[in-house]
């Protein structure tokens, strides 16, 4: 975390994870397209201050992701970023594999209780649930046609389609 801090990572897409400063895949505009579609999608949580776009998750103190979006359960603090949330979602163009495993494995450790994984080449959106020892013991992978249940309360369930559709 010192490094962080001393800022030489800074402009750098990079994150910590398992003690490891990782390398961050640049965006795509399907990347970014797919990351803005959700942002409107959880706009309600926006408006209550709890959204965070690509912002760290402290989730140990030697990993802190970025992922793509957080619903987090408190609002931000100006001295330590949150370690869990009730909502994290990855979008995934190249970083499948990183994401169903170390990431995933983060998260369910933090307690994350919903864990989205949008797999962009497959069309689908891989939801997990149920953190328990360091994974999640309920995954449900939604594809064109199938409607994601909702998430939160006060958020909507989300038709595949709607996001990845166009």
């Known amino acids: ?20 400063i990782t390398e961050m895949s640049p965006q795509s ?3 970014a397209a797919i990351i803005q579609r ?3 999608y959880l706009a309600g949580a926006a ?7 690509q912002l760290p ?10 992922p793509d979006l957080a619903v987090v359960d408190t609002q931000a603090s100006r001295t330590r970023h949150p370690s869990t949330a009730a909502l994290v979602i990855e979008v995934a163009v190249t970083s499948h594999e990183l994401d169903r495993s170390v990431k995933a ?30 994974s999640y013991r309920r995954v449900s992978v939604y594809q064109a046609g199938d409607v994601v249940p909702a ?12 996001l990845l559709g166009g």
Do not use: C, F, K, N
């Open 1 to 20: 975390m010192r490094i962080v801090e001393s800022g030489a990572l800074e402009g750098q897409r990079v994150e910590l994870l398992d003690g490891i």
């Open 151 to 162: 998430p939160l309360a006060d958020v909507a369930a989300l038709p595949v389609a709607d």
């Open 47 to 53: 408006a209550q201050g709890l959204l965070r776009v």
């Open 38 to 40: 959700l942002s409107a």
């Open 105 to 134: 494995g983060l998260y369910a450790t933090a307690e994350v209780a919903t864990l989205w994984i949008v797999d962009v080449p497959a069309g689908a959106i891989e939801v997990r649930t149920e953190p328990r020892t360091g």
């Open 57 to 66: 998750l402290a989730v140990s103190d030697d990993s802190v992701p970025e």
């Open 29 to 31: 505009p399907e990347h």
